[in-house]
C-alpha cells in the first residue's frame, strides 16, 4: 500500500497533470465505448444505435471525468489552483488595481518588516553571547543619572573580592569604561589613522562566551603585566575587533603573531573576534571599538577610582533577585571593610535590559504604529475591493447562476485578497531588506545592536504571516458583502443606477471613519514627537557648536614629560591660531555630550560626611577654549598660557557649581580641597544629554595637570570643514608628523549624535504618519467619489429642480468633512487614551499638547477636504440632461 | 463529498472488483463491469463509467495494477490485474464480509416474536 505521503503526492502530482490523466481516462473511456459498441452491433443492433446505447450504458462522459478528479486529486488543492488561475486572469484584467493594491500592501508590509527586524534584532533574538541569559549587568548607584559614568562604575577592588566571595557568579568579568574614543594611534599600514581600544579584563570575553575566530584569548600574565598600565613591562597584546582586521588587514588569516604599531610601540596580535561580536555595537552604540587590550585588576589600577564597567555570569539555577540580595550583602561588608574606598551599592539587571532598555519604548511605539499603519491599509484595501465588488456584481451573479456556492464565492473572494496581500508581501519584503540594509549602515546613530539588524529567516516567517492574516483581514469583509447579495438582488440592482443598500454604504462609511481616526492618532504621535524634538534642539546647549571642529592631537610619546607636553601645546595652540581664517583655538580632554568623569570637588575647610562629598564633572582645558566654544565668561578670567605648572593652582567653575557650592558667596578667590583657587566662572553646558540640565562642572588648565586621557584641538573659524582639515594638518607637521586628520569632526555631529535615537524615531513615525495621511484621503476619495458616482441621476434631478453646481458641491463636500469629523472625533478621543503612553518619550511637550491636537486637526481636515474637493467638482458638472437621459 | 451510504456502496464495488480479478486474471475495464453485470449486481446499473472511479481508486491503493494493451478484438485498452496486497485486501474484506453477513444471517432467521 501506498504510504499517506506519497498517496498525497500523488494527489499534488494528479492535480497538476489534469490533463495528462484526463486524457488517459478519455481513451479508456473511448475503449470501454468501442467495446461496448462492438457487444451491442454483435446482439444485432446497427452501429448508429449501437453507439448510442453503449454511450447512455456508459454515462454522463464529463461528470464521469468530474468525480474520477475528484477521487484522484484533492479537491481543496484543485479548487485553490482554480482560484489561483481564476484570480490571476481577474488581476491580469483589472492590472491597474491590482497594482495599486500591491504597492499599499507592499509599502505596509515593508514597513512592517523593517521595524519587526529592528525589534526582532535588539528585543527577541538572543544577544550574541553563550547562553546570554544568565548574564547580568553590574551597575554601582542605582539611583543616579543615566550618564554620569563615574557614578554607574565599579572600583577594581570590588570586582576581585566579588569574585572571591559571591556564590551567585560563576565569573565577574568587565571593561574599562574611560577609554577614550580614538585613544589609540594606529602607525604603518597606509594612513595613520585614530583607533579605539576598550581595555577589557582576562575574562571579559570568555564570560560573555566569545570566542576569538582567530587566535586566542589573554592570558592573566599578559593582562596583571600589560605595558600600556603604569610602570609595566610585561608584553604587549590586542585583538583585533573583526571590522578592524576586515579593512585595515584584509582578512589576513596568518595575522596571529604579528605587531601592530600603536602609538609608536608594537603590540602583538594575539586574537580576532568574530564578526557576531561587535562591542561598540552592543555596549556603545555608535562607536566604532577597534582593538582590545587586557587590563590589570590589581592594587594600582584600584587606585584609579570607579573605572569599571562589569557583567556577571550567573551561577546555574541562581535567580537575579538571589544574585542581587547576596552581592548587595556583600557589598555592605566590603564598603565597611574599605573605608577609603568609593561606595559600592550594586544593581543588578539582565544584560539584555541594560543593552535595549533606553530604546525599548521606542521600539514599542513604533512597532505599535506599524500595527496601525497597516490596519488603515487594510481599511483601504476592504474599502477598494468593495468599491471593485460592486462593478464586478454581474460577474458574481453569473457565477452563482451558474452554481457557484455562497462558500465558493467566498474562498474566491477570499483567495483574491490573500493573493494581493502575497504580491504585497514581495514588494515588501524587497522595500524591507533594502530599508534594514539602510538602517544597519546609519552610521552615528546611538542605538544598540542597529548594525546587526537584517531580514531572517524569523522575519521571513512574520511576513508570510502579515500576508496571510492581512489578506484575509482585508477580504473578509468584501467577501462577505458580495456573496450576501443575492442572486434576485443584483441582478435587479445591476443596471439602475440607484443607490447602494445601506448596508453596503455604512460599511464603506466607517472603514473610512476608522481610517481617518487611525491616521489621527499615528499624526498626533507623530506631532508630539516632532514637537519634542525641535523643543530639543532648541534647547540651549550652553555652547556654539557652529563653526567650530575638533581634532584629537595627542601628544608622541616622545614628548614624555610635562614640559615638553606643555611646550607642545603652545606650539599647536600657536600654528593652528597663524592658519587665516582661524578665530579661536584651544585644548580639551573630554567635549561635550561625550564621556564623562566626576571627581570629588570639595571647598577647603568644609567638612563633608562620607556619603556627601561633593563632586563635579571636570573638564581639563587650555585658556581660549571658552572662546572657541562660544561658552561665555559670567564673571572673573579666562586661564592663561601662565597658569602653568609653576604657578598657583587655579580653577573655573559653572554656574551651577557656583550656586551648589557657594549660594550667592561671590565664588571668585574661594579654594578647594585640591589647593585651587577659583578664578572665574563660566555659563552651564548640556554635556551629559540635551534633555538633562548641567550638575556641577569645573575646568581645570592643561598645564597643570596631567591626569587627560585625550587631548582635542578645537577651533573656531571662518572656514568651511574641508578648507580646514589640510590646513590644520599642514600647521601641525613640523611636531605630530603622523596626525591623523580622518577624525576631525564638528562640534555639530557630537550634537547630532545626540539627539540621534530621537531623530531615528521621529524620522519613522513621521514616516508613518504622512503614509496613514495619504491612505487615509485615498480612502475618502475613494468613497466620495463612489457615492458620487452613484448618485449621478439623483444630483442630475436635484439640479434639475433648481439646485446650483456651488450647492451640489457644498453637499458633497459636506458629506466628505461629516466623515472626517466622526473620524477626527474618535481619533482625538483614542490619541488622549494612548498618548500618556508616550510621555517617556517626550521632552518639553505635554501629551495632551494643545498645539498638536489643533494642528493634527488642522491638517486632516484640510487633507480630508482635499480628497473630497475632486469629486464634489465632478458632481457640481455633470449634466442633468446626461444624467437623466442615461436613466 | 461521499455520503456514508456511498461509502457502503463503494466497499462493496471494490469488493466486487478485487474478487473479479482474482478470479480471471487480468482484465480491463470493460470486461469487469461486464462480468460484474452478469453476476447481477445491481452496483453499475446506472452508469458503466463508474467502474472507473473504483479502478483508480483501487490503483490509488496499490491493490490492483493497470497497464495499455490490446483486447481480443485488437483494441486498445487498460488492463487491471489484482497485486499481492490486493489478495491481502481480498483476504481480509472476505473474512470480514463473511463475519458480518453470518452475523446479520442469524439475526435475520430469529423467530418472530408473537
Known amino acids: 500500500m501506498w504510504t499517506p505521503l506519497e498517496q498525497a503526492l500523488a494527489r499534488i502530482r494528479a492535480i497538476f497533470a489534469v490533463s495528462a490523466l484526463d486524457k488517459e481516462l478519455d481513451r479508456e473511456l473511448e475503449s470501454h465505448i468501442a467495446m461496448l459498441t462492438d457487444e451491442n452491433i454483435r446482439r444485432g443492433m446497427e452501429p448508429d444505435e449501437a453507439r448510442r446505447a453503449a454511450l447512455l450504458r456508459v454515462g454522463g462522459r464529463e461528470s464521469t471525468k468530474e468525480l474520477h478528479r475528484e477521487v484522484r486529486g484533492l479537491p481543496f488543492l484543485e479548487t485553490l489552483a482554480q482560484d489561483l488561475r481564476y484570480t490571476f ?347 534594514t540594509r539602510m538602517l544597519a549602515h546609519l552610521s552615528g546613530f546611538a542605538i544598540p545592536m542597529l548594525a546587526s539588524v537584517r531580514v531572517d529567516g524569523i522575519t521571513l516567517a512574520f511576513t508570510v504571516l502579515v500576508a496571510v492574516v492581512t489578506g484575509l483581514f482585508f477580504g473578509l469583509v468584501p467577501a462577505l458583502q458580495i456573496s450576501s447579495r443575492t442572486l434576485h438582488g443584483s441582478l435587479k440592482d445591476a443596471n439602475r443606477g440607484s443607490s447602494q443598500g445601506r448596508g453596503h454604504t455604512w460599511i464603506r462609511g466607517a472603514l473610512v471613519v476608522s481610517e481617518i481616526a487611525l491616521a489621527c492618532v499615528l499624526v498626533v504621535g507623530a506631532g508630539l514627537l516632532v514637537h519634542s524634538f525641535l523643543q530639543v534642539l532648541d534647547v540651549n546647549l550652553g555652547f556654539h557648536p557652529e563653526h567650530s571642529v575638533a581634532l584629537r592631537i595627542d601628544p608622541d610619546r616622545s614628548y614624555d614629560n610635562k614640559e615638553k607636553q606643555n611646550a607642545y601645546f603652545n606650539e599647536a595652540l600657536r600654528r593652528t591660531m597663524e592658519i587665516p581664517g582661524v578665530q579661536a583655538a584651544a585644548l580639551s580632554d573630554a567635549l561635550p555630550l561625550g564621556r564623562n568623569r566626576s571627581w570629588g570637588a570639595g571647598v577647603k575647610g568644609r567638612v563633608y560626611a562620607r556619603d556627601n562629598y561633593p563632586d563635579a564633572y571636570v573638564r581639563i582645558i587650555s585658556d581660549g577654549y571658552f572662546k572657541a566654544m562660544g561658552i561665555p565668561i559670567l564673571k572673573g578670567r579666562d586661564f592663561t598660557p601662565d597658569d602653568g605648572t609653576n604657578s598657583r593652582k587655579v580653577l573655573i567653575v559653572n554656574e551651577s557649581m557656583a550656586r551648589n557650592l557657594f549660594g550667592t558667596q561671590d565664588p571668585l578667590g574661594q579654594v578647594m580641597d585640591s589647593n585651587a583657587i577659583i578664578v572665574g566662572v563660566v555659563g552651564d553646558v548640556r554635556h551629559l544629554a540635551l534633555e538633562q540640565g548641567s550638575g556641577s562642572e569645573m575646568y581645570l588648565p592643561i598645564r597643570q595637570t596631567t591626569d587627560y586621557a585625550s587631548v582635542d584641538l578645537v577651533v573656531r573659524s571662518t572656514l568651511t570643514d574641508a578648507q580646514i582639515a589640510p590646513r590644520l594638518r599642514e600647521a601641525l607637521l613640523p611636531i605630530s608628523p603622523d596626525l591623523p586628520t580622518s577624525n576631525m569632526r564638528p562640534l555639530q555631529t557630537l550634537v547630532d549624535k545626540a539627539v540621534s535615537p530621537r531623530r531615528f524615531v521621529v524620522m519613522l513615525l513621521g514616516g508613518f504618519a504622512v503614509f496613514a495621511l495619504i491612505l487615509a484621503s485615498l480612502g475618502i476619495y475613494a468613497v466620495i467619489s463612489y457615492s458620487v458616482s452613484q448618485r449621478t441621476q439623483e444630483i442630475g434631478i436635484r439640479m434639475a429642480l433648481g439646485a446650483t453646481a456651488g450647492g451640489v458641491q457644498k453637499n458633497v463636500l459636506l458629506q466628505t468633512l461629516r466623515l472626517a469629523a466622526i473620524g477626527m472625533a474618535i481619533g482625538i478621543v483614542t490619541s488622549l487614551l494612548f498618548a500618556g503612553a508616550l510621555r517617556s518619550l517626550l521632552f518639553g511637550v505635554n501629551s495632551a499638547d494643545p498645539a498638536t491636537f489643533v494642528a493634527m486637526l488642522v491638517i486632516l481636515t484640510c487633507v480630508a477636504a482635499m480628497a473630497g474637493y475632486f469629486p464634489a467638482r465632478r458632481a457640481s458638472r455633470i449634466d442633468p440632461i446626461i444624467a437623466l437621459r442615461s436613466e | 463529498m461521499a455520503e456514508p451510504k456511498a461509502d457502503i456502496l463503494q466497499g462493496t464495488l471494490d469488493l466486487m472488483v478485487l474478487k473479479t480479478l482474482d478470479s480471471i486474471g487480468t482484465m480491463h475495464g470493460y470486461g469487469i463491469a461486464r462480468r460484474i453485470e452478469q453476476i447481477g449486481a445491481q452496483a453499475l446499473a446506472v452508469n458503466q463509467g463508474t467502474i472507473y472511479l473504483c479502478l483508480i481508486r483501487l490503483v490509488q491503493k496499490k491493490w490492483i495494477s493497470a497497464a495499455w494493451g490490446t483486447s481480443e478484438n485488437n483494441r486498445k485498452a487498460k488492463f487491471y490485474s489484482i497485486t499481492k496486497s490486493g489478495r491481502k485486501q481480498l483476504a481480509d474484506e472476505t473474512e470480514n464480509w463473511e463475519r458480518v453477513s453470518g452475523v446479520i444471517g442469524k439475526v435475520l432467521q430469529l423467530a418472530p416474536r408473537r
Not at chain 1, 98 to 112: E, M, N, P, Y
Not at chain 1, 177 to 206: C, H, M, W
Not at chain 1, 341 to 351: E, K, Q, Y
Open chain 1, 89 to 435: 486572469r481577474t488581476l491580469r484584467r483589472d492590472f491597474a488595481f491590482a497594482l495599486f493594491a500591491t504597492l499599499i500592501v507592499g509599502l505596509g508590509i515593508g514597513a512592517s518588516c523593517t521595524i519587526f527586524s529592528v525589534i526582532n534584532t535588539l528585543i527577541l533574538r538572543p544577544l550574541p553571547f553563550g547562553d546570554p541569559n544568565s548574564l547580568v549587568w553590574i551597575k554601582n548607584n542605582p539611583g543616579t543619572d543615566a550618564k554620569d559614568l563615574s557614578s554607574q562604575t565599579i572600583q577594581v577592588n570590588y570586582l576581585r573580592e566579588l569574585r572571591e566571595l559571591s556564590k551567585s557568579f560563576s565569573a565577574v568579568g568587565a571593561y574599562m569604561a574611560f577609554y577614550g574614543i580614538g585613544d589609540s594611534k594606529l602607525i604603518g599600514q597606509g594612513e595613520p589613522e585614530r583607533l579605539t581600544t576598550i581595555p577589557v579584563s582576562q575574562n571579559f570575553f570568555p564570560v560573555l562566551g566569545v570566542e576569538p575566530i582567530l587566535g586566542r584569548q589573554f592570558t592573566e600574565e599578559e593582562a596583571s603585566g600589560n605595558r600600556n598600565f603604569n610602570g609595566n613591562n610585561g608584553p604587549g597584546v590586542v585583538m583585533l575587533n573583526y571590522t578592524l582586521w576586515q579593512r585595515r588587514f584584509g582578512s589576513d588569516p596568518h595575522i596571529i603573531g604579528k605587531t601592530i604599531d600603536l602609538d609608536g610601540q608594537l603590540d602583538v596580535i594575539v586574537g580576532v573576534l568574530p564578526a557576531s561580536f561587535d562591542f561598540g555595537n552592543i555596549f556603545v552604540p555608535g562607536t566604532k571599538v577597534d582593538l582590545y587590550i587586557p587590563f590589570p585588576m590589581n592594587d594600582q589600577t584600584n587606585r584609579w577610582g570607579n573605572t569599571m564597567s562589569a557583567v556577571g555570569r550567573l551561577n546555574h539555577g541562581v535567580n537575579i533577585a538571589s544574585a542581587q540580595a547576596e552581592t548587595s550583602i556583600l557589598a555592605k561588608q566590603m564598603n565597611k571593610e574599605h573605608p577609603n574606598m568609593n561606595g559600592f551599592d550594586p544593581f543588578l539587571s539582565p544584560l539584555s535590559q541594560h543593552i535595549n532598555g533606553t530604546v525599548r519604548p521606542a521600539l514599542i511605539l513604533l512597532g505599535a504604529a506599524v500595527g496601525v499603519v497597516m490596519l488603515i491599509v487594510c481599511a483601504n484595501l476592504s474599502n477598494l475591493l468593495l468599491a471593485r465588488g460592486a462593478t464586478r456584481q454581474k460577474e458574481i451573479a453569473i457565477r452563482s447562476a451558474l452554481g457557484a456556492t455562497k462558500m465558493r464565492l467566498i474562498r474566491q473572494m477570499l483567495t483574491e485578497s490573500v493573493v494581493l496581500s502575497f504580491c504585497g508581501a514581495v514588494l515588501g519584503l524587497i522595500l524591507a531588506i533594502l530599508g
